[in-house]
């Protein structure tokens, strides 16, 4: 099992090699300089294929399972192409965001403008970064019927998640805590902006344009799937804040950092609806504070609050909804020969690998 997914993510990784051979070319094409071929290439090996991958990998599995059957070359290729470009706009996302948080380390590895010699040329490389998307869609994609569907899907999709991060950034600024800014309302607002659009919505909408799904005036797939997409990517967000606090670090693979960061979490947006005015208090005296002891005062007050509780809870209301929502799609959709359908397992292998998960 192990070895069919090392398996798949090298099949993967290997269509990054030549998509980033491409963009390179083009920069040689032009008469670009060596040195800034060669910073441009540092840049796309440090930054894009480093992660876990899945919102890329996500695009293949969604066409193999709407097409119903193993891809042939070019559609693989075609399929891994557009989980690609979402991984160059997540590295677009993570370079440019860990200089507004002023982030130390990403992936295990110092973040790019903290590499010797970027700094702020890391802020162009954010942008270099997001055009290899339009580069890449412009050459493979210019002469199929559905260019124009994709062009729209990654510039509304950035804006959007843009949008997330400017009321993140408004609300819960590192270095100045007030708390009354916070309230679930918000929290969800951020969560649908900031994740659900490029980490979920972003990767099917994809894979269903690739495959010829077509809009319809009623019951449209794309609402569909949207419908569906956003309270996942919300479920899957809250369940990220509560294992930052929860999960010892060993399970999670990272040192949570959502307390002392002043990060507007479910955590204590879900205490703040309940503290009464002494436990208040306390996290107006300690949240967003670089202090082992503040930080353990909060984990002490969401354990008397039942913070793990209410997430049980939670998290069990969202997966019967969830489950709900994908069980409109209809069971066996009526296609004509050779029409791709929506499918409901497209949505399952999503919330199979996020629910009850552990990191």
């Known amino acids: 099992m192990a070895d069919a997914k090392a398996q798949k993510r090298q099949k993967f990784e290997n269509v990054f090699a030549v998509l980033r ?5 083009y920069l040689r094409q032009e008469g670009m300089p060596q040195d800034a071929v060669d910073w441009y290439r540092r840049n796309l090996e440090y930054n894009v294929p480093g992660g876990k991958l899945n919102r890329g990998l996500s695009v293949v599995d ?4 709407l097409q119903g059957r193993a891809l042939g070359e070019d559609e693989y290729f075609k399929a891994a192409l557009l ?33 010797e010699g970027v700094s702020h040329i890391a802020i162009n490389d954010s942008f270099m970064l997001e055009g290899a998307i339009y580069f890449l869609l412009k050459k493979h994609f210019r002469t199929e019927p559905y260019y124009v569907h994709l062009l729209e899907l990654f510039h509304d ?18 270095d100045h805590v007030d708390l009354s800014k916070f309230s679930l309302e918000k929290h969800q607002k951020i969560v649908i902006y900031k994740t659900a659009y490029y980490s ?10 690739m495959t010829g ?3 319809t005036a009623q019951n449209d797939p794309y609402a569909l799937a ?20 929860a999960q010892p670090p060993e399970l999670l693979g990272k040192i949570g950092t959502d307390i002392v960061d002043n990060k507007c979490s479910w955590c204590v947006n879900t205490a703040l609806a309940i503290a009464s005015p002494a436990q208040r208090k306390v996290l107006d005296d300690n949240y967003g504070r670089k202090d082992p002891a503040a930080e353990a005062r909060v984990k002490a007050l969401y354990e008397e609050l039942g913070i793990r509780a209410r997430f049980a809870a939670y998290e069990e209301a969202a997966y019967k909804r969830i489950v709900a929502l994908i069980e409109t799609i209809p069971e066996k959709p009526q296609a004509k020969a050779g029409e791709v359908v929506l499918r409901r397992e497209v949505f399952k292998v999503f919330l199979d690998k996020i629910y009850k998960r552990q990191k």
């Open 157 to 174: 999709t950035t804006f959007q998640t843009e949008l997330g991060q400017l009321i993140d950034l408004i609300t819960a600024p590192e």
């Open 83 to 115: 989980g690609w470009c979402i991984e160059l706009l997540q590295a677009f996302f993570l370079v440019s965001d860990d200089m507004m948080d002023q982030s130390v380390t990403r992936r295990g590895q110092p973040c790019w403008y903290r590499v």
């Open 62 to 65: 969604s066409v193999e399972i």
């Open 200 to 209: 979920f919505y972003l990767p099917v909408a994809l894979s269903m344009y």
């Open 21 to 25: 051979d491409e963009l390179l070319a």
């Open 226 to 245: 949207q419908s569906i997409l956003i309270p996942l990517g919300e479920y899957f967000q809250v369940q990220d804040d509560f294992l930052d606090f």
């Open 213 to 215: 799904i077509p809009h």
